[in-house]
């Protein structure tokens, strides 16, 4: 991978959660290239060492761990095994997160006939599935941030970097319960940046827009590789007119960790979006 700029974090170890997705995968690269020690915590344990032995067959350090960022014992289970193998962590990444079809509606606007129909509506969204959503992307975001902030208590320099959307800025259609998700991860960012304040651990968010990604790839295009309606719309609405770069939300997250650009940034939430949180489509 080639970085849009390096920063220097050496003797830094990174943990990265969700880093078995093509994001969060690409941005635990990025931390090794800039020397950091990394730990990728993926649900699917082949896959995060599948993706930290390719980083480490670039003369990185990497590791992969397997991890349930919904249950404490997990999480804590990993981090021994980090602190045997790379130590404490300097910088986390709370990465994971997801959508489920239980929390989604099938129409984008409600119509009373879709009551007698075969539509999935507002009144069908499934507890369950609204609970999953809602836990996997703010409780898990929380319970990560309790078990590795922990190692930052003293230190200074230290990030927490948390992945919001910019569902959390205007809410998508049919899908309710991931927008609500992620507006509490961006309101929790700024809780943690304020709350860590004074141990000088500095806590943001970055924000992205419509990346290509293995969750969106189905919803995006369809099997011959033609756009759907939804990546008409989406391209509509978004200025730039064009899906964002893994390397552009590579360059935002080094900006935020970088002490030097970034020392004094703390509780921001930044969009990386191509103008979609701001266009008002008039």
Same mark, same amino acid.
């Given at each position: 991978?080639?970085?849009?700029?390096?920063?220097?974090?050496?003797?830094?170890?990174?943990?990265?959660?969700?880093?078995?997705?093509?994001?969060?995968?690409?941005?635990?690269?990025?931390?090794?290239?800039?020397?950091?020690?990394?730990?990728?915590?993926?649900?699917?344990?082949?896959?995060?060492?599948?993706?930290?032995?390719?980083?480490?067959?670039?003369?990185?350090?990497?590791?992969?761990?397997?991890?349930?960022?919904?249950?404490?014992?997990?999480l804590k289970?990993?981090?021994?095994?980090?602190?045997?193998?790379?130590?404490?962590?300097?910088?986390?990444?709370?990465?994971?997160?997801?959508?489920?079809?239980?929390?989604?509606?099938?129409?984008?606007?409600?119509?009373?006939?879709?009551?007698?129909?075969?539509?999935?509506?507002?009144?069908?969204?499934?507890?369950?599935?609204?609970?999953?959503?809602?836990?996997?992307?703010?409780?898990?975001? +929380?319970?990560?941030?309790? /078990?590795? @902030?922990?190692?930052? %208590?003293?230190?200074? =320099?230290?990030? !927490?970097?948390?992945?919001? $959307?910019?569902?959390?800025?205007?809410?998508?259609?049919?899908?309710?319960?991931?927008?609500?998700?992620?507006?509490?991860?961006?309101?929790?960012?700024?809780?943690?940046?304020?709350?860590?304040?004074?141990?000088?651990?500095?806590?943001?968010?970055?924000?992205?827009?419509?990346?290509?990604?293995?969750?969106?790839?189905?919803?995006?295009?369809?099997?011959?590789?033609?756009?759907?309606?939804?990546?008409?719309?989406?391209?509509?609405?978004t200025p730039?007119?064009?899906?964002?770069?893994t390397e552009?939300?590579?360059?935002?997250? +080094?900006?935020?960790?970088? /002490?030097? @650009?970034?020392?004094? %940034?703390?509780?921001? =939430?930044?969009? !990386?979006?191509?103008?979609? $949180?701001?266009?008002?489509?008039?």
């Amino acid at each position: 991978m080639r970085l849009p700029f390096e920063i220097d974090l050496k003797g830094k170890v990174a943990v990265v959660t969700g880093a078995g997705g093509i994001l969060c995968s690409s941005m635990a690269h990025a931390l090794a290239q800039c020397g950091a020690k990394v730990a990728l915590l993926d649900l699917n344990e082949e896959t995060a060492k599948q993706k930290a032995e390719g980083i480490a067959k670039e003369g990185k350090i990497a590791n992969g761990y397997q991890a349930n960022v919904l249950e404490p014992e997990s999480l804590k289970a990993a981090h021994k095994k980090i602190l045997e193998e790379l130590g404490p962590c300097d910088i986390l990444i709370n990465g994971a997160g997801g959508n489920h079809p239980l929390a989604t509606t099938d129409k984008e606007y409600f119509a009373a006939e879709d009551l007698k129909g075969d539509v999935k509506t507002f009144f069908d969204l499934e507890q369950d599935g609204v609970e999953f959503v809602f836990d996997l992307n703010f409780i898990g975001t +929380l319970l990560p941030t309790q /078990e590795f @902030a922990k190692d930052m %208590i003293g230190k200074q =320099v230290c990030n !927490i970097l948390n992945i919001s $959307s910019m569902n959390a800025f205007t809410p998508l259609t049919k899908i309710p319960a991931y927008s609500g998700a992620k507006a509490a991860v961006s309101n929790f960012t700024q809780w943690l940046a304020v709350h860590f304040a004074k141990e000088g651990i500095r806590v943001n968010a970055l924000a992205p827009g419509f990346f290509v990604t293995g969750q969106n790839e189905r919803l995006l295009y369809r099997e011959d590789g033609s756009p759907t309606e939804r990546t008409g719309k989406i391209l509509a609405a978004t200025p730039m007119n064009r899906f964002g770069r893994t390397e552009e939300l590579i360059g935002s997250m +080094l900006f935020l960790l970088s /002490e030097e @650009a970034a020392g004094f %940034i703390t509780g921001v =939430v930044l969009p !990386i979006d191509g103008g979609f $949180s701001a266009y008002s489509g008039v």
